[in-house]
């Protein structure tokens, strides 16, 4: 098992930028056209801008740590990392499960009640906490490296790192993401539930991945995934771990 990193001037610097990246992805294989954000819902309140509070969101929080892990780092690889996430990401999934458009029972019921303010809150909590750093299987490096850096243009396959981020850690502005660190196991699960038809809303956003995903075979969507558990910056840590 190996970890990947990514030195965080370099990550930093190049999440700045709208685009994510600075220079174009080894592949030629165009990147999905930067969708419009869709806001949450449960916040267009007379089009008004909801900030989340960590202080606040750290007590509404509470109950999500059952699963997902008091910092955010679950134990359990079935539920997804929350710690680094962005804000607007978090509060939109809130809201897609409270809108029932992403199916979850577990996740609808403890969405039912939340306020547009509580989703942000719990959404910059998370943001506010480190994601602990992951590993990939050394067996799948190079084929999930080449998707997630430079997609296939055979398969009509787009860098991931056009809207992840060169470092993972997505662009919140276009509501796109954090991956690094993720559960290989949990995106894998995710990638096969879009390849067989899931969808997460009806926006624009949500109909990038399962497009992407019917175009992935099992073995891909493996190497992907492991590539993505193992990606982290230098900051977060070097270690490395062999089966």
């Known amino acids: 098992m190996l970890a990947l990193t990514v030195l965080p001037a370099a990550g930093a610097a190049l999440a700045q930028t709208p685009s994510n990246e600075t220079a174009a992805p080894a592949s030629p294989t165009a990147a999905p056209a930067a969708a419009t ?17 960590a202080k606040a969101g750290e007590t509404k929080a509470a109950t999500c740590g059952a699963c997902h892990g008091i910092d955010g780092n679950p134990s359990d690889k079935q539920y997804p990392k929350l710690a680094g996430q962005n804000e607007a990401y978090i509060a939109r999934q809130i809201t897609l499960f409270q809108t029932q458009k992403r199916q979850n029972a577990i996740m609808m019921g ?3 009640t939340l306020s547009a303010q ?9 943001s506010s906490k480190a994601s602990l750093p992951g590993v990939a299987d050394e067996k799948l490096l190079e084929r999930g ?15 991931c790192m056009a809207c992840h981020g060169p470092d993972g850690r997505g662009m919140a502005g276009t509501g796109f993401p954090q991956l ?18 899931a969808t ?11 497009t992407i995903a019917q175009a992935l075979s099992d073995a891909d969507i493996q190497a992907l995934a492991s590539y993505v558990e193992g990606l982290h910056t230098a900051a977060a840590g070097t270690t490395t771990a062999s089966k």
Do not use: C
Request: glycine share 12%; hydrophobic share 45%.
């Open 37 to 53: 954000p869709a806001p949450a819902e449960a916040a267009k309140a007379g089009n008004a801008l909801v900030l989340g509070e």
């Open 110 to 112: 403890f969405a039912a």
């Open 118 to 126: 509580d989703m942000h809150d719990i959404g910059a909590y998370f």
């Open 145 to 159: 490296q080449a998707l997630y850096r430079g997609g296939d243009t055979k398969l009509g396959v787009p860098a």
């Open 180 to 197: 690094a660190g993720q559960w290989a196991d949990y995106v894998a699960a995710k990638l096969k539930d879009w390849k067989t038809g």
């Open 200 to 210: 997460w809303g009806d926006d624009a956003n949500a109909k990038i991945m399962p």
